[in-house]
């Protein structure tokens, strides 16, 4: 049998909501290993999408589209997010989203290194590079979950976002990759990014 193709499955992509934070966070968890699965990794499996994921459906400056399964009772199975304003979308998280996180979620919790990686990233999030604001001050994190990758969706999602960006007077947008995925390096590169001059090796940008 072949493979489906992006004209004869029966996916819709439409605008995130605030109701897929759930979907989001659970697709961020199968997905964060790498591009792998990181349920074993985790005892706190939610760690991962309310850093990469949930935020972007909850706080001011964001953005975000997600591919629904026609056939699965609209389930959510892949994700595009980001933010228009990287530095104000860091100011506000820093006021109103990691605290709360970081008191809730005490490195003395985590009996895995991977949930004591999360705890503490709370406590100190990390922020983009300059390099990277220069070249846009969007960003943005895509996840598709493994069975629909592979069929152009992760084109038409990026496709999506860039018209999107475009519309609100943006020509470009970045990422930071996990330097483990070299599936998902090859793929950005295929889609025309490259790397950010000036920022870490793991930092991929594109110009509209």
């Known amino acids: 049998m072949s493979a489906c193709t992006p004209f004869d499955m029966p996916i819709t992509i439409r ?9 989001l966070s659970r697709i961020c968890l199968l997905t964060a290993n790498a591009g792998s699965t990181a349920e074993a990794l985790h005892d706190f499996g939610e760690l991962p999408g309310l850093v990469y994921a949930v935020p972007y459906v909850k706080l001011s400056t ?14 959510v199975v892949g994700y595009i997010v980001g933010s228009t304003d ?18 809730k979620y005490p490195p003395s919790l985590a009996k895995k290194p991977a949930d004591e990686q999360y705890m503490n990233l709370l406590r100190n999030m990390h922020t983009g590079p300059d390099a990277c604001i ?4 969007a960003h943005m994190h895509i996840n598709i979950l493994p069975s629909y990758q592979k069929q152009g969706w992760g084109r038409k999602l990026i496709d999506t976002a860039a018209d999107f960006l475009k519309g609100r007077g943006l020509d470009g ?7 483990r995925n070299n599936g998902a390096r090859l793929f950005y590169e295929k ?11 793991n930092n991929l940008g594109i110009k509209f």
């Open 15 to 23: 605008k995130a909501l605030e109701a897929d934070a759930p979907s």
């Open 62 to 75: 964001t953005w975000g589209f997600v591919m629904v399964d026609d056939l699965r009772d609209d389930e």
């Open 86 to 103: 990287t530095r104000a979308f860091e100011a506000y998280a820093a006021e109103h989203w990691w605290p709360q996180l970081a008191e």
């Open 134 to 137: 220069k070249l846009s001050p």
């Open 173 to 179: 947008v970045w990422l930071g990759l996990d330097p």
């Open 191 to 201: 889609m025309g990014f490259a790397h950010v001059d000036g920022a870490p090796d």
